[in-house]
């Protein structure tokens, strides 16, 4: 499959205009939200492949987009990018990298046999992180589910620049 042209991108169009013109407070909440992940417990670099997958399970091509674009410009390994996916068996990935896989995962996968994140899990998570970390963690999912909607339904533009990603 082709990367789009830069005229097939420019003839993109997202389903919805951008929403700060009808919500204003989209953007603080927004900022709010990077500001506080951004809190230097858990690496940008773990942020990032914790959103990636979190777009993959959900099958958002904006957020699987937005985020390998993130990490390619961090100077992350096309292989590292790529095995987000299969990061079960691809050998890319640190512990703590695989536990915040491992939790994101069990947060948007339904479990019809018990408990999502269940105590081992838990456990294992809090070897590689402490409180803080574990609550960055949390909200690092919570600010993907946040937007998680908005790709889906509104569609925004993948590739495109915030503030540039909603076209009709």
């Known amino acids: 499959m082709s990367t789009p042209t830069t005229t097939e991108q420019d003839n993109l169009r997202s389903r919805l205009p951008d929403p700060a013109q009808f919500i204003p407070e989209v953007g603080a909440v927004a900022a709010a939200m990077a500001k506080a992940i951004q809190n230097g417990a858990i690496p940008q670099t773990t942020i990032s492949l914790v959103q990636l997958r979190a777009g993959q ?15 390619r410009e961090a100077g992350e390994t096309e292989e590292r990018v790529t095995a987000v996916a299969s990061w079960r068996d691809a050998p890319y990935f640190t512990d703590a990298e695989r536990v915040a896989l491992e939790l ?59 503030g540039r990603n909603y076209r009709r």
């Not at 399970?57 to 990490?71: F, P």
């Not at 838990?122 to 992180?129: E, I, K, L």
């Not at 803080?132 to 925004?156: D, E, N, R, S, Y």
Request: aromatic content about 8%; glycine content about 6%.
């Open 104 to 162: 994101v995962e069990a947060v948007l996968t339904p479990n019809p046999l018990g408990e999502r994140v269940p105590d081992e899990m838990y456990t294992r998570a809090s070897v590689h992180y402490d409180d803080k970390a574990l609550w960055t963690l949390t909200m690092v999912i919570g600010q993907i589910c946040f937007f998680i909607p908005v790709a889906l339904i509104a569609k925004p533009i993948p590739g495109e620049a915030l």
């Open 57 to 71: 399970i959900v099958g958002s091509t904006y957020h699987t987009v937005r985020q390998t674009g993130i990490l």
